[in-house]
């Protein structure tokens, strides 16, 4: 059974659409990635998903069913504005939103406790939200959102405002999670961690689906028809159509009726000694810019 799901979601505010019958699917355990640019209807999306919003057509069901306060309370959401309350001391915010999902005071209590320990605040529990730093009150929001282990969990650019080693502590959180079977959504523009983390991607443009599927079969799909291979040998002067790029590594456009292995294979049956050959496959942020600028 799905965790999240849209059947033709459609969404307007006033003239403009927001969405437009979008249809999508997030699975069980897996980290699934929402893309798009600003604007693109993502956090409407979102919003939807957990009942804030209200489509105007089409469906959702969260664990199988419609939307009820006992199904959201298995779920957690970290807006992209921050969303905590700025007077209240740390540990006192995590001990009450804690209790927000149900937990027992004390629980809640050890919990908050546990979670600022695990994000490296513990030094800064008795100090008000407001004396934080942006990346600080991040990984507070951050600490609420996980604190109760919720089955579902969606991120919007959780890596805002972190530093490199804050961003590699959350990557290893949402990694935990993955691998306790738990649910995520991430929307983020920082595609490395999308490579990093995603089983599944979708990407919305302008209210509508443009691509939606596994993250390896997508970059295949978009992936030039290249290789590189480096080898000490000539391979001009050998006849295959190649561009040196430097010493010993070539670049290699594949004829259209060619397979990366395949090319390989016929390489090393006319005698070339191949130190190494990789495929050349399309990152993220390249098939990002190009869907977004108009390719298909």
Same mark, same amino acid.
């Given at each position: ?6 059947? #033709? ?17 997030? #699975?069980p355990g897996e980290v699934f990635g929402l893309l798009g640019p600003n604007g693109a ?5 979102? =919003?939807?998903?957990?009942?804030? %919003?209200?489509?105007?057509? #089409? ?12 199904? %959201?309370?298995?779920? @957690? ?9 700025? =007077? ?6 995590? +001990? ?32 008000? *939200? ?6 600080? $009150? ?5 600490? +609420?959102?996980?604190? !109760? ?16 080693? !804050? *961003? ?11 691998? =306790? ?6 929307? $983020? ?17 302008? #209210? ?11 970059? =295949? ?7 590189? *291979? ?5 391979? *001009?002067?050998?006849?295959?159509? @190649?561009?040196?790029?430097k010493a010993g590594c070539w670049h290699v456009e594949l004829p259209s009726s060619a ?5 390989? !294979?016929?390489?090393?049956? !006319? ?26």
């Amino acid at each position: 059974m799905e965790v999240l799901a849209y059947r #033709g979601v459609s969404k307007r505010f006033g003239g403009r659409t927001a969405l437009d019958t979008v249809s999508l699917e997030v #699975g069980p355990g897996e980290v699934f990635g929402l893309l798009g640019p600003n604007g693109a209807g993502k956090t409407t999306l979102i =919003r939807i998903g957990l009942d804030i %919003l209200r489509a105007d057509e #089409g469906e959702v069901s969260l664990f199988g069913a419609a939307p009820t306060p006992q199904t %959201l309370d298995r779920t @957690a959401y970290l807006p992209e504005e921050r969303g905590v309350y700025r =007077r209240a001391k740390v540990r006192e915010l995590l +001990a009450y939103l804690g209790r927000l999902k149900g937990m027992k005071r004390a629980a809640a209590h050890d919990a908050g406790d546990h979670w600022l320990e695990r994000v490296g605040l513990s030094e800064v529990a008795d100090q008000r *939200v407001e004396s934080l730093s942006k990346g600080m $009150t991040q990984k507070v929001q951050i600490a +609420a959102c996980l604190m !109760n282990d919720p089955e579902l969990c969606v991120l919007d650019e959780p890596f805002s405002g972190l530093d490199p080693v !804050n *961003v590699a502590l959350v990557t290893e959180l949402i990694e935990e999670r993955r691998q =306790r079977g738990r649910t995520t959504v991430l929307s $983020t523009h920082m595609m490395h961690q999308v490579e990093a983390l995603c089983d599944r991607v979708a990407l919305i443009h302008r #209210g509508n689906l443009v691509v939606y599927g596994q993250l390896d079969e997508i970059r =295949r799909r978009y992936s030039p028809h290249e290789v590189m *291979v480096w080898t000490a040998m000539d391979l *001009v002067a050998l006849g295959v159509e @190649a561009t040196q790029r430097k010493a010993g590594c070539w670049h290699v456009e594949l004829p259209s009726s060619a397979t990366p292995a395949g090319y390989l !294979n016929e390489l090393v049956r !006319n005698g070339v000694l191949v130190d190494r050959y990789e495929p050349l496959v399309a990152r993220m942020d390249e098939i990002f810019v190009h869907l977004v600028s108009g390719g298909r």
